[in-house]
């Protein structure tokens, strides 16, 4: 209870929100972030998901915080929606999600891949986010005489768009943006309702050589995140160790503040 006090006694804005937390969840922030910064997150982002103690424990156990934190701004650059004081930590796509929880068999395919996150819907959405809402799989869009089937379809409340996901088992390739195009083409004539937003799509894959997503992505308009995931839970330290290059980039002085000082 001291530590508790002597923690958020300085936060005016942190104080009235700790109240509104379990104080088993409280303890969970207490003891399982460091900084003010990170707490303050998972404080907000557990009052606006509902966390139980399962579901927040999840998320600080996988760095949910850190993973956040290093994901690309060009990742989002699709998505057009602030970031405020009543609105954070807002939804966003990562550059790397954690599905420990599929329990995949050895070398599995595309479809042991779909079939476990189906499976897992419930944890795969705590994981991407809980304004997510789960339509289909093997969903079909025909065009011309021909049919296609997007892997996964959801509904995003916050952004308010359908979001097709593209499930890949090995490493991102340049061609995968153009099917992906062709499926949301189809989803915005087909699909989109008139007070929606343009469709988004998400290629999930194993792995991605980050030049190559960007100069795949460099001159293209297309509203497609490139994604990857992992089976097995990333290393938080290596997470805390990005998030501090970063940081530390953007703490530098300019030149131009250099010869200001």
């Known amino acids: 209870m001291k530590q508790f006090y002597e923690t958020y006694k300085d936060f005016e804005k942190l104080s009235p929100l700790v109240t509104q937390l379990s104080w088993t969840n409280n303890l969970l922030i207490l003891s399982g972030a460091k900084t003010i910064e990170e707490k303050e997150f998972y404080i907000k982002m557990a009052l606006k998901n509902k966390y139980s103690k399962r579901e927040l424990d999840r998320q600080i156990s996988t760095a949910y915080f850190e993973r956040y934190m290093v994901a690309s701004d060009k990742a989002n650059q699709s998505i057009t929606k602030t970031i ?3 609105d954070y930590p807002n939804t966003r796509i990562l550059d790397t999600y954690t599905l420990e929880f ?11 891949l779909q ?5 897992n819907m419930k944890d795969f959405i705590l994981e991407i986010g809980k304004d997510f809402t789960f339509m289909d799989k093997e969903y079909k869009v025909q065009v011309g005489n021909h049919d296609f089937f997007i892997d996964l379809l959801f509904y995003n409340r916050a952004f308010s768009c359908l979001v097709a996901f593209e499930l ?3 490493e991102f390739k340049p061609e995968y943006i153009s099917k992906m195009d062709l499926y949301l083409e189809a989803l915005d004539r087909q699909e989109k ?9 998400i290629i999930l894959c194993s792995n991605k050589d980050e030049k190559v997503v960007e100069f795949a992505m460099s001159r293209s308009t297309s509203p497609t995140l490139v994604a990857q995931y992992k089976t097995e839970l990333i290393d938080k330290k290596l997470l805390q160790d990005k998030l501090k290059q970063i940081t530390d980039i953007l703490q530098e002085p300019t ?3 250099g010869l200001d000082n």
């Open 102 to 112: 599929l329990d995949l068999p050895n070398n599995y395919k595309e479809k042991d």
């Open 255 to 257: 030149e131009t503040e």
């Open 84 to 86: 405020d004081e009543d």
């Open 193 to 201: 309702k008139q007070n929606e937003n343009p469709s988004v799509g």
């Open 115 to 119: 079939s476990a996150i189906v499976d």
């Open 168 to 170: 890949k088992i090995g």
